[in-house]
């Protein structure tokens, strides 16, 4: 069947994330937060579903602005009801067809996953169990959260899986028309540079002197990359002091306005900065340009083929939402 074959390919290539545990902090006063059809969401699923990780991202990104924070956590927290809400009604969906004997859920492959996991993460069966019980789960649970999962990526699959999408050639073509400054490279150059920190065995005068000293060498006929790799203290230095391309906003500011005004093959005056000196030698430059077609095709086609995908996810979502019940209760 179709949807075996899904399952199949899920298995192999979308792996089950790492069971969440509890949150710290304030225990949350338990309680039904959405009924779906006859299935219940509990506030506390809730909050086992957003991991620390996440709240940690937004402390250390709004930390400084508490009302911000506070919207954030609450949409992160709308946004994880949403993806449970989705969850449950695309597990009643695939339960209904399975009554009706549309679909058919081969056990096997859970069997083998539970294997490879045993394997993989657990070593033996016994530490499974004991890792599982002290995330507050049991062995039959984390079986259960295993199949759910491999149902509801197949369905996804099923219903806004790839292979239901074809992005043709002129679709790909008006959309690089109409997204000119999507695919624009501004001013690029490739460059090495040699880095002089002051330091305390080195005051600034004494870096400056360096600096001279090189640059009196390079002048002499020295190859830039050899002196870098020997005398510059940044992490490029095994590379000769060469960087990866940078453009005019990526390079340091003060630095930039010098080297943007090399041409291919220059090098620099003596750069002197509060912490220290430096040479800056261009490689190549690349103008700014908008990048030919063929050179974005693919990622042309990879965006609109995930645009489509979620469109495609979002009408079949909506679909399950009109044809079930689906209630939301305050927080206690």
Same mark, same amino acid.
């Given at each position: 069947?179709?949807?075996?074959?899904?399952?199949?390919?899920?298995?192999?290539?979308?792996?089950?994330?790492?069971?969440?545990?509890?949150?710290?902090?304030?225990?949350?006063?338990?309680?039904?937060?959405?009924?779906?059809?006859?299935?219940?969401?509990?506030?506390?699923?809730i909050e086992d579903q957003i991991d620390e990780k996440s709240l940690r991202l937004l402390q250390l990104r709004y930390g400084?602005?508490?009302?911000?924070?506070?919207?954030?956590?609450?949409?992160?927290?709308?946004?994880?009801?949403?993806?449970?809400?989705e969850r449950l009604l695309i597990l009643e969906e695939f339960k209904a067809g399975e009554i009706a004997g549309n679909y058919?859920?081969?056990?096997?492959?859970?069997?083998?996953?539970?294997?490879?996991?045993?394997?993989?993460?657990?070593?033996?069966?016994?530490?499974?169990?004991?890792?599982?019980?002290?995330?507050?789960?049991?062995?039959?649970?984390?079986?259960?959260?295993?199949?759910?999962?491999?149902?509801?990526?197949?369905?996804?699959?099923?219903?806004?899986?790839?292979?239901?999408?074809?992005?043709?050639?002129?679709?790909?073509?008006?959309?690089?028309?109409?997204?000119?400054?999507?695919?624009?490279?501004?001013?690029?150059?490739?460059?090495?540079?040699?880095?002089?920190?002051?330091?305390?065995?080195?005051? +600034?005068?004494?870096?400056?002197?360096?600096?001279?000293?090189?640059?009196?060498?390079?002048?002499?006929?020295?190859?830039?990359?050899?002196?870098?790799?020997?005398?510059?203290?940044?992490?490029?230095?095994?590379?000769?002091?060469?960087?990866?391309?940078?453009?005019?906003?990526?390079?340091?500011?003060?630095?930039?306005?010098?080297?943007?005004?090399?041409?291919?093959?220059?090098?620099?005056?003596?750069v002197e900065r509060e912490d220290g000196c430096y040479l800056m030698k261009v490689e190549e430059f690349h103008p700014a340009?908008?990048? +030919?077609?063929?050179?974005?095709?693919?990622?042309?086609?990879?965006?609109?083929?995930?645009?489509?995908?979620?469109?495609?996810?979002?009408?079949?979502?909506?679909?399950?939402?009109?044809?079930?019940?689906?209630?939301?209760?305050?927080?206690?």
């Amino acid at each position: 069947m179709r949807f075996v074959s899904s399952i199949a390919l899920t298995a192999l290539l979308l792996p089950l994330g790492a069971v969440q545990g509890a949150q710290s902090g304030p225990q949350t006063v338990n309680g039904i937060a959405v009924k779906v059809n006859s299935a219940v969401i509990t506030f506390q699923e809730i909050e086992d579903q957003i991991d620390e990780k996440s709240l940690r991202l937004l402390q250390l990104r709004y930390g400084r602005q508490p009302d911000a924070f506070r919207q954030q956590v609450e949409k992160l927290k709308s946004d994880t009801v949403e993806l449970l809400v989705e969850r449950l009604l695309i597990l009643e969906e695939f339960k209904a067809g399975e009554i009706a004997g549309n679909y058919k859920f081969p056990e096997s492959y859970i069997d083998d996953e539970m294997k490879r996991r045993i394997r993989d993460r657990f070593g033996d069966s016994v530490t499974m169990i004991k890792s599982l019980e002290h995330e507050g789960m049991t062995k039959e649970a984390f079986r259960k959260r295993l199949r759910d999962d491999f149902i509801v990526r197949a369905m996804e699959m099923k219903n806004a899986g790839w292979e239901k999408i074809i992005v043709s050639p002129h679709k790909i073509e008006t959309y690089y028309a109409q997204n000119p400054d999507k695919f624009k490279v501004e001013d690029e150059i490739k460059l090495r540079i040699i880095s002089l920190k002051n330091r305390p065995d080195r005051d +600034a005068e004494a870096t400056k002197k360096k600096a001279e000293e090189i640059l009196a060498n390079i002048k002499g006929g020295a190859s830039f990359a050899e002196m870098a790799s020997l005398h510059s203290d940044d992490s490029q230095r095994s590379e000769g002091g060469l960087w990866p391309p940078v453009y005019r906003d990526t390079l340091r500011e003060d630095l930039g306005k010098v080297a943007f005004q090399l041409k291919p093959g220059e090098t620099s005056d003596i750069v002197e900065r509060e912490d220290g000196c430096y040479l800056m030698k261009v490689e190549e430059f690349h103008p700014a340009h908008v990048k +030919a077609l063929n050179e974005v095709r693919a990622e042309i086609e990879k965006a609109l083929e995930t645009e489509e995908q979620r469109r495609l996810r979002e009408q079949w979502i909506e679909r399950l939402k009109t044809k079930s019940f689906v209630s939301y209760f305050p927080a206690p």
